[in-house]
């Protein structure tokens, strides 16, 4: 009784289609214009976007097909495994099924193929030789390097500096696969320059990483752009994710009661969680959705819901979502992925109407969850999965509390092998809670555009 138990689908079993969120939300808030504040135009997208993104980012269809060549590449590592924990759960003493579904056996360590594989497909089919992007702690940088090789292009990531310093191995699977990876703030942009010289030892963040790189693109046509996060389209693409796992709760006999992901730029969590929320919407199965953030950047539990840009200067339009301000400096946790300012539009919609729930964890109380599970599973979670792994703790804990039998089920978004420096830290009791301040918050939210804030 104490063993793990792994369900695993067939090959067959890979989605043939992408499941869209914004068909499931009727209602969403258009992007804006920040110089109109009209609804953007198709062409001002498509000045980033390969026309396919476009339309899969503004369509309200319930799904889009996925390309022969892109299935083709998932073939690698989906589907994904689900495990029962069994050993955690028996070490918890908790009544509760907890359930995981492990994006870590993707090539790069994380989810984030499923959506860096079709975008530089379709940037590819577009003409485009090169791409540009952002990324936080690494993952979406070293997706699209992996991507980019398979595909015959380049690639230049712009890294948040203080996730460039603590984790140099994710840079270098970045420049295995022919990347290259900058620091951000840096002084190859005007962007950057900018955050420079108003703070030469800023930390970085995603909007500075953002701006950076979106000023790139422009500087450049034959340059790509493409997004890691948020953005439906992306959003879309880790569908896959809650796809295979309804499929696999299937294969165990059971449905879960609760559906928890980690919350950063969202998409993960709404790849996971809202095929849940489009079977509750059909079939009347109740779930509860709970996003899992870090107290250090709280997005959804302090944010407010306004139009606002998704980077720090101003290049993006605008999008009706929980931001703490498109300025806000978050704290330097080690789960770089969830250092986000604003979080995807669907995600802050479910969150708004009632349909997902939301908490925020500490960084220490997370990696102690993140140790339990490595010894009971095995499996060594990322610095951002940890929180899915803590909220799930919790829940199995309120479970025996009660002696209530619910089952559970989070998302294991990646392992944390290229991580150990966090739980180097965590181990000789170095790793502290990074606060918030009222300041800091405060700032951030000041930043937000009051001309289009609701």
């Given at each position: 009784?104490?063993?793990?138990?792994?369900?695993?689908?067939?090959?067959?079993?890979?989605?043939?289609?992408?499941?869209?969120?914004?068909?499931?939300?009727?209602?969403?808030?258009?992007?804006?214009?920040?110089?109109?504040?009209?609804?953007?135009?198709?062409?001002?997208?498509?000045?980033?976007?390969?026309?396919?993104?476009?339309?899969?980012?503004?369509?309200?269809?319930?799904?889009?097909?996925?390309?022969?060549?892109v299935r083709e590449i998932y073939r690698q590592w989906?589907?994904?495994?689900?495990?029962?924990?069994?050993?955690?759960?028996?070490?918890?003493?908790?009544?509760?099924?907890?359930?995981?579904?492990?994006?870590?056996?993707?090539?790069?360590?994380?989810?984030?193929?499923?959506?860096?594989?079709?975008?530089?497909?379709?940037?590819?089919?577009?003409?485009?030789?090169?791409?540009?992007?952002?990324?936080?702690?690494?993952?979406?940088?070293?997706?699209i390097a992996f991507a980019a090789a398979l595909f015959?292009?380049?690639?230049?990531?712009?890294?948040?500096?203080?996730?460039?310093?603590?984790?140099?191995?994710?840079?270098?699977?970045?420049?295995?696969?022919?990347?290259?990876?900058?620091?951000?703030?840096?002084?190859?942009?005007?962007?950057?320059?900018?955050?420079?010289?108003?703070?030469?030892?800023?930390?970085?963040?995603?909007?500075?990483?953002?701006?950076?790189?979106?000023?790139?693109?422009?500087?450049?046509?034959?340059?790509?752009?493409?997004?890691?996060?948020?953005?439906?389209?992306?959003?879309?693409?880790?569908?896959?994710?809650?796809?295979?796992?309804?499929?696999?709760?299937?294969?165990?006999?059971?449905?879960?009661?609760?559906?928890?992901?980690?919350?950063?730029?969202?998409?993960?969590?709404?790849?996971?969680?809202?095929?849940?929320?489009?079977?509750?919407?059909?079939?009347?199965?109740?779930?509860?959705?709970?996003?899992?953030?870090?107290?250090?950047?709280?997005?959804?539990?302090?944010?407010?819901?306004?139009?606002?840009?998704?980077?720090?200067?101003?290049?993006?339009?605008?999008?009706?979502?929980?931001?703490?301000?498109?300025?806000?400096?978050?704290?330097?946790?080690?789960?770089?992925?969830?250092?986000?300012?604003?979080?995807?539009?669907?995600?802050?919609?479910?969150?708004?109407?009632?349909?997902?729930?939301?908490?925020?964890?500490?960084?220490?109380?997370?990696?102690?969850?993140?140790?339990?599970?490595?010894?009971?599973?095995?499996?060594?979670?990322?610095?951002?999965?940890?929180?899915?792994?803590?909220?799930?703790?919790?829940?199995?804990?309120?479970?025996?509390?009660?002696?209530?039998?619910?089952?559970?089920?989070?998302?294991?978004?990646?392992?944390?092998?290229?991580?150990?420096?966090?739980?180097?830290?965590?181990?000789?009791?170095?790793?502290?809670?990074?606060?918030?301040?009222?300041?800091?918050?405060a700032s951030g939210l000041a930043s937000i555009p009051?001309?289009?804030?609701?």
């Amino acid at each position: 009784m104490g063993e793990q138990i792994k369900f695993q689908l067939r090959e067959d079993d890979i989605p043939w289609t992408w499941q869209n969120g914004a068909a499931d939300l009727p209602g969403m808030a258009p992007i804006l214009d920040p110089a109109t504040a009209a609804p953007l135009k198709r062409d001002d997208l498509a000045r980033t976007m390969p026309q396919q993104l476009v339309d899969q980012e503004l369509s309200t269809a319930p799904e889009f097909e996925i390309p022969e060549a892109v299935r083709e590449i998932y073939r690698q590592w989906r589907p994904t495994p689900m495990f029962r924990a069994r050993r955690l759960e028996k070490a918890l003493g908790t009544p509760a099924r907890i359930y995981y579904k492990y994006e870590g056996v993707a090539p790069t360590g994380s989810f984030k193929p499923n959506s860096a594989v079709p975008q530089v497909y379709y940037n590819k089919l577009a003409g485009r030789q090169r791409l540009v992007v952002e990324t936080g702690a690494g993952q979406w940088g070293s997706a699209i390097a992996f991507a980019a090789a398979l595909f015959d292009m380049t690639a230049k990531v712009y890294m948040v500096k203080v996730s460039y310093q603590q984790k140099p191995y994710r840079r270098s699977i970045m420049e295995a696969f022919g990347t290259e990876c900058t620091p951000s703030p840096s002084s190859e942009t005007a962007a950057g320059r900018a955050v420079l010289a108003e703070n030469p030892d800023h930390p970085g963040s995603l909007g500075v990483a953002k701006s950076e790189a979106l000023q790139a693109v422009f500087a450049d046509g034959s340059s790509g752009y493409a997004r890691g996060s948020a953005l439906n389209h992306v959003c879309a693409h880790q569908s896959v994710i809650g796809q295979e796992a309804i499929k696999q709760m299937d294969l165990a006999d059971d449905y879960p009661d609760i559906v928890i992901g980690c919350a950063g730029g969202g998409s993960n969590l709404a790849g996971l969680s809202l095929p849940f929320l489009r079977e509750k919407q059909r079939t009347g199965k109740d779930v509860r959705l709970i996003a899992a953030e870090p107290v250090a950047c709280p997005t959804l539990t302090q944010g407010r819901i306004a139009y606002d840009y998704a980077d720090t200067r101003q290049l993006t339009p605008l999008f009706r979502t929980h931001t703490l301000g498109h300025r806000f400096i978050p704290p330097a946790v080690h789960a770089g992925g969830l250092r986000a300012h604003n979080i995807a539009p669907l995600v802050s919609r479910a969150v708004e109407d009632g349909l997902m729930e939301a908490v925020a964890l500490r960084q220490t109380e997370c990696f102690q969850a993140g140790v339990m599970f490595a010894r009971s599973e095995g499996i060594v979670p990322a610095p951002e999965s940890t929180h899915a792994v803590r909220a799930a703790v919790d829940e199995a804990l309120r479970c025996r509390e009660e002696g209530v039998a619910k089952t559970i089920l989070f998302g294991l978004s990646g392992h944390g092998n290229f991580d150990m420096a966090a739980y180097e830290q965590y181990f000789a009791g170095r790793l502290r809670d990074d606060t918030l301040s009222a300041e800091a918050l405060a700032s951030g939210l000041a930043s937000i555009p009051q001309l289009a804030a609701v």
